[in-house]
Structure formats: structure tokens, C-alpha cells
């Protein structure tokens, strides 16, 4: 992979085109080729081949054209290619008169094709803050996100000394119905009283939480007996249900040796414990073979299920552990 000042001209005679708003100079940029497509910035706006494109720079330009005087000014723009392929992203201003100037983002993905470069892919879009789109800010910094991600340890306490690790996923079943029956305010107080119950006996037992989900958790434990142990004592705790209110939790859990990074684990014994979860019924935790022979009958557990687990072959078996 080079860098590709040559592209980055052939951007900057894309930009005069749009604003000279020649259409035929604009539509001779683009690859005749099968898989072109453009994406812009309105939801309508994905075209797929030169038809397609061809028509709507004549259509918009002529459009365009009413809207008064306009144009782009590049900020910054880089640009590589490998073979025959090469990519340039910018950052430009869309600057018209009576409004204020607004940031505008643009990726071109481009062919060799003869002695010309071509576009077949395209994508643009005006430039808005994360508040005006989702209603809060959020970290947008680079340097700030990669401080944020260097200084989350690997959850290496939760491993065991030969490496592996017991993963145990949890939900509250039917939590949606639940937070339309309760109202947002008791909800939320609810949701608040699980997640200390959780915490609190995931600690109790040396286990780590590795992540919340919503209205449940991702844990990790250095041994079967303490991740089945704490599971066991999350269900008493919570049994009692919260004002009167059952809260009915799921439990899945599954060992084997799983990859530790950047705060989160990752791999095959992850994809298999969350299965498991799934299938599991509210107020059930259900293990996988690997942690029921790992356990070495020193819990109780309930006749075995066959499953199939979504996106792995053939059937599973898993025990329901007796916690009452």
C-alpha cells in the first residue's frame, strides 16, 4: 500500500466539477463496470450502477441550480492505492450564501481501469454532532478513546492458572413487558437493585463482571465451582423478587479457554456460554457438559436437555443446576 497524491487530484478535479456543476465531467468520473454504487446523505439517497448515477447528477445538478450560489472547499484529504485499487477520504465545507458553512465527509473507493481512474464506489454525507442525532454527546476524541481503551486491564483474575475460564451470561426474562407494567421510574429502580445484587455476590465469589448488557450481565470466574456457586446465590437473592415484583433471571454458563482483551474475552467458550444462557427459562441457571464435568458432583443438577445452539452443529447438552 502507497500513498496516492495522484488520487488526491483526481479528487480535487471531482470537487470542481461539483462546483462547476458539470454534470458530463462529473458522470465520466465513474466506472461503466457492474457493483458501482453511490451513498449519500439523505436515507433515499444509495444508487446502485452508471445508470442510476449517471441520471442523478444530471437530475440534482439541474436541481442545484436554484439553489444559489455554493460550493465545496477541501480541508484535508488522503489518498492510497495497491494495484489496481485505490481509496481517498476528505473532509470538506459545503459553504452557501445566508448559511453557515457545513462540514461535509466524503470516501471514494476507485478502479484502474485502462489509463483512468474510476470511480465504483462512493459515499458522502453532511457532517452532524452525535447531541443533535442521538440526543447526548459522545467521546468523538482519538486520543481521549485511546487512553479510555489502554488503561481498561485485560480481565486476566478471571482466569484459572491453566488459562481457561468459566463464562456465565444473565437477563432478566421478559424484562421488556416487565418495564411496560412497572412504568420507567420503578423500572429503572428495579434494574438498580438487580444489577447491586449481581455485582455484589460476583465479588463475593472472585468472579469479575466483564460488561453489563441491558438488563443483564456478562461474568467471568477463575473456576466452575465459584461461577456455579455465585449463579446459585444471585438466584436466592433475587427470588424474593424487589417490592413484591418477581424479577425472573436467566443463567447460562459454559469453560473452555477464551481470548482476554482490552477489558473483554472473546472466542468459541464466549459464543457457547451465551447460547446456553438463551435457552435457559427465568429463574433456571443451566450449565454446559464441559461445567457439569468440571464440577465433579459437587452441585445437584436436574436431568440433562439436548439442544441445538444457534450457529453451532449438531446438539448440545446442558444441566439445569438445583439452587433452592
Known amino acids: 500500500m502507497e500513498s ?27 466506472s461503466r463496470q457492474p457493483g458501482l ?35 465545496f472547499d477541501i480541508d484535508e484529504a488522503v489518498a492510497w492505492k495497491e494495484g489496481t485499487v485505490g481509496w481517498i ?11 453557515a458553512p457545513l462540514s461535509y465527509r466524503m470516501t471514494v473507493l476507485l478502479h484502474e481501469e485502462g489509463a483512468y481512474w474510476r470511480v465504483v464506489q462512493w459515499h458522502s454525507s453532511l457532517g452532524a454532532s452525535n447531541e443533535e442525532s442521538f440526543g447526548f454527546e459522545m467521546t468523538t476524541d482519538v486520543d481521549e478513546i ?24 444473565t437477563d432478566i426474562e421478559g ?27 460476583t465479588t463475593v465469589f472472585g468472579g469479575s463482571v466483564v460488561k453489563g448488557q441491558g438488563d443483564g450481565f456478562m461474568l467471568a470466574f477463575p473456576a ?47 459464543v457457547i456460554a451465551a447460547r446456553v444462557a438463551s435457552a435457559a ?16 458432583g459437587a452441585f445437584r443438577l436436574d436431568e440433562a436437555r439436548s439442544l441445538t445452539l444457534k450457529g453451532l452443529a449438531g446438539r448440545h447438552a446442558a444441566f439445569p443446576i438445583i439452587w433452592q
Open 4 to 30: 496516492a497524491p495522484e488520487l488526491v487530484s483526481f479528487l480535487e478535479r471531482m470537487f470542481r466539477n461539483l462546483n462547476a456543476l458539470d454534470a458530463n465531467a462529473m458522470v465520466d468520473t465513474f
Open 37 to 71: 454504487l453511490l451513498i449519500g446523505t439523505d436515507p433515499d439517497e444509495w444508487w446502485e450502477d452508471f445508470e442510476a448515477a449517471s441520471a442523478l447528477w444530471r437530475v440534482q445538478f439541474q436541481e442545484l441550480q436554484s439553489a444559489g450560489k455554493f460550493h
Open 89 to 99: 477520504a476528505c473532509r470538506a465545507r459545503w459553504v452557501s450564501e445566508g448559511v
Open 146 to 169: 485511546l487512553t479510555m481503551v489502554r488503561d481498561e486491564p485485560p480481565p486476566v483474575g478471571a482466569l484459572a492458572g491453566d488459562g481457561s475460564v468459566t463464562i456465565v451470561f
Open 175 to 201: 424484562s421488556t413487558a416487565l418495564m411496560e407494567s412497572l412504568g420507567e421510574q420503578a423500572w429503572l429502580e428495579l434494574l438498580d437493585w438487580h444489577d447491586c445484587v449481581v455485582k455484589q455476590q
Open 224 to 270: 466452575t465451582g465459584s461461577a456455579v456457586a455465585c449463579a446459585a446465590a444471585i438466584q436466592r437473592a433475587l427470588s424474593a423478587g424487589w417490592r413484591g415484583v418477581r424479577v425472573p433471571v436467566r443463567m447460562g454458563m459454559h469453560c473452555g479457554n477464551a481470548k482476554a482483551e482490552g477489558g473483554d474475552f472473546f472466542g468459541r467458550t464466549v
Open 281 to 296: 427459562d427465568g429463574g433456571e441457571i443451566l450449565v454446559s457438559q464441559a461445567v457439569q464435568e468440571s464440577l465433579g
